[in-house]
């Protein structure tokens, strides 16, 4: 039996079948205030429902973007793999989301072949983006930035990046 008013039925597991050993009653977390109307209550026990459980939304909206082989598993383990560290910079993302809260790392992929690459911090991910994920503008951006660096260092920051990649392909 129901234990109260505000008590609902909330899935245990997804893959067992539905049936008594699988669900439970928990009381709701958002009451409806006096003189809320229910699309304001609805917005509240949504929010509240998404605080709960992150990792299930974050789940489903990665499933949804770059299909269903690519879910927060997935996405995890990426993340272990690269330390939670951008890709390209090596640096914990910074910028932060709605809430107020850091974003998580963006998930870099071929937009042609909808392949995975790796996971960028926003800011880099953006930068591959509006520069057309094309190698040649890349290449003539640092050419540029060194060209006009302040302390006249630019070529030999050059050289230390050619020699970077030269080290680590």
Same mark, same amino acid.
């Given at each position: ?8 039925? %909330? ?10 050993? #699988? %669900?439970?009653?928990?009381? &709701? &977390? @958002? ?23 992150? /990792?299930?939304?974050?789940?489903? #909206? ?10 927060? *598993?997935? %996405?995890?383990? +990426?993340?272990?793999?690269?330390? !939670?560290?951008?890709?390209? &910079? ?5 910028? =932060?989301? #709605? ?5 998580? =790392?963006? +998930? *870099?992929? /071929?937009?042609?072949?909808? @392949?995975?690459?790796? =996971? ?10 509006? =520069?057309?994920?094309? +190698? ?12 006009? *660096?302040? !302390? ?5 920051? @050059?050289?230390?990046? @050619? &020699? ?6």
């Amino acid at each position: 039996p129901r234990p109260g008013r505000r008590w609902r039925l %909330y899935g245990i597991a997804r893959s067992p079948p539905i049936g008594p050993t #699988n %669900y439970e009653w928990k009381e &709701s &977390s @958002v009451e409806k205030l006096p003189g809320e109307d229910t699309r304001a209550y609805a917005a509240r026990q949504r929010l509240a429902h998404r605080a709960m459980y992150p /990792n299930s939304y974050k789940d489903s #909206n990665l499933r949804k973007t770059f299909g269903p082989g690519f879910g927060f *598993d997935q %996405y995890a383990a +990426v993340a272990d793999a690269q330390n !939670n560290l951008c890709a390209i &910079s090596g640096r914990h993302e910074t910028a =932060l989301g #709605n809430s107020g809260e850091r974003k998580h =790392l963006a +998930v *870099d992929h /071929n937009h042609e072949t909808g @392949v995975i690459r790796q =996971l960028l911090t926003t800011a880099c991910n953006t930068a591959l983006g509006l =520069l057309g994920d094309d +190698v040649p503008t890349l290449a003539k951006a640092i050419l540029y930035l060194a060209k006009h *660096d302040p !302390n006249g260092e630019g070529q030999q920051k @050059v050289d230390a990046a @050619v &020699s970077y990649l030269q080290r680590h392909p």
